[in-house]
């Protein structure tokens, strides 16, 4: 890395620590909506393909900018609209890291260090969870792979014992799967059963509580 990287790198990590001191620091007296439309931030974020590239700190400064009307401050204590809770500060810093570390996770030959960390986080859930310790797992993106990853484990259940290795043959051929779900259901598990290849409409509903179960 020469000189000039190393500074502009350098200047442009210390403008965006500025800015999230700035954000976090009005989180609790900033309106909790967006003040912009998504048609506002667009413009404001788009136009032209740029012909060429501006540097780090103005980029930062550019999309610090463009995007602050469309910012919702669902990481402050008044918000309520969702199921959306604010990262804690340790959870925050260490993302920080994790972008700096820029770590390949893919497995351990790409980064021990993200391999290791995953599998300290499976033992933990599992004695959290009161699991046996022979159970495996996988840290999953959110909502929709979490349901994506545990209908694909189901799928492929369901067909070995009816004589059919999906994995091997697909599912042209293979028996009917029927699904059951609750009247509530998310909507990534009907996503999921798209992406899987079983369709939305092999999906039976049952009626739910006043408590959803």
Known sequence: M???EATERAAALQ?????SREFLAGLAER???ATGRFEDVVARLGGPLPERGAG????VEQLAAAVAPGLIASAGPRYFGFVIGGSLPAALAADWLTSTWDQNAAFSATSPAAAAAEAVVAEWLKELAGLPRE??????TGCQMANFTGLLAARRSVL???G???EESGLQGAPAVNVVIGEEAHATI????RMLGLGSGRARRVATDAQGA
Do not use: F, M, N
């Open 2 to 4: 020469d000189t000039i």
């Open 15 to 19: 403008r965006v620590q500025e800015l």
């Open 160 to 162: 070995l014992e009816a």
């Open 56 to 59: 780090p700190v103005d980029s």
């Open 190 to 193: 009907l996503s999921a059963l």
């Open 31 to 33: 309106p909790v909506g």
């Open 164 to 166: 059919w290795d999906v």
């Open 135 to 140: 159970v495996e797992l996988g840290l999953v």
